[in-house]
């Protein structure tokens, strides 16, 4: 069975640094075909992808975000840890870790987020 | 960075109703495209992927269509547990990016 649960402050105050954590179970993060996606949601707002990681390390951000971001695995504690400095109130939001499946054809591959985490509500305040 | 367009950004149906919801790409994404469906206060769920593929355990009344910018998400025969908001997310780049959303009530 696989679940994914983030972890961290509910609150935190504005040009703190935010880190949360993502503990995985059901798969490997050394799966070559498996990674590991951090999106956030505002309240009433739409999804927004922050970053993810895979097997091999690799790491994308989101370009508006790169700055701010950092994303690491810790394979041996099935954990993914996602830092975001400098919090602003527009920060406030649903944070949600999830998992990136990739299947390939004979000439495609292609990625899905297969399973999601509950989320965790983080407001930055003051 | 790729965009992505929803439209319309909400709709009212009946049940049985067949319901539509277009997303578009700012460029050509082939196939990469998967549709999520989320729930108040829930997590999304996947229910296409790769334009056309059905997520397993995902009721077949759920379909989708297109290639290239234009993609389209199909329901037929709405049923009340399909209210809800529903979004695009192309996965063409490794930058991913999701529509606006599409909320469906019933």
């Known amino acids: 069975q696989v679940t994914l649960k983030e972890s961290g402050p509910v609150l935190v105050k504005p040009t703190e640094t935010l880190t949360l954590t993502c503990t995985v179970s059901?798969?490997?993060?050394?799966?070559?075909?498996?990674?590991v996606s951090w999106i956030r949601q505002p309240p009433g707002k739409a999804l927004e992808w922050l970053a993810h990681?895979?097997?091999?390390?690799?790491?994308s951000y989101s370009t508006s975000l790169k700055s701010r971001l950092t994303i690491s695995k810790d394979t041996s504690k099935s954990q993914v840890v996602l830092t975001m400095t400098n919090m602003d109130p527009v920060d406030t939001a649903t944070y949600y870790c999830?998992?990136?499946?990739?299947?390939?054809?004979?000439?495609?591959?292609?990625?899905?987020?297969?399973?999601w985490g509950q989320g965790t509500l983080v407001t930055v305040s003051s | 960075d790729i965009q992505m367009t929803q439209s319309p950004s909400s709709l009212s149906a009946s049940v049985g109703d067949r319901v539509f919801i277009t997303c578009r790409a700012s460029?050509?994404?082939?196939?990469?495209l998967n549709w999520y469906q989320q729930k108040p206060g829930k997590a999304p769920k996947l229910l296409i992927y790769?334009?056309?593929g059905l997520q397993s355990g995902v009721p077949s009344r759920f379909s989708g269509s297109g290639s290239g910018t234009h993609f389209t998400l199909i329901i037929n025969s709405l049923q009340p547990e399909d209210s809800a908001t529903y979004y695009c997310?192309?996965?063409?780049?490794?930058?991913?990016?999701f529509g606006p959303g599409t909320k469906v009530e019933i």
């Open positions: 999830a998992r990136i499946t990739e299947d390939c054809s004979s000439t495609n591959c292609y990625k899905r987020i297969d399973y």
């Open positions: 059901g798969f490997s993060l050394t799966n070559a075909i498996m990674g």
């Open positions: 990681i895979f097997s091999n390390d690799e790491k």
């Open positions: 460029q050509s994404i082939n196939s990469y």
């Open positions: 790769a334009a056309s």
């Open positions: 997310q192309q996965s063409y780049s490794t930058l991913f990016t």
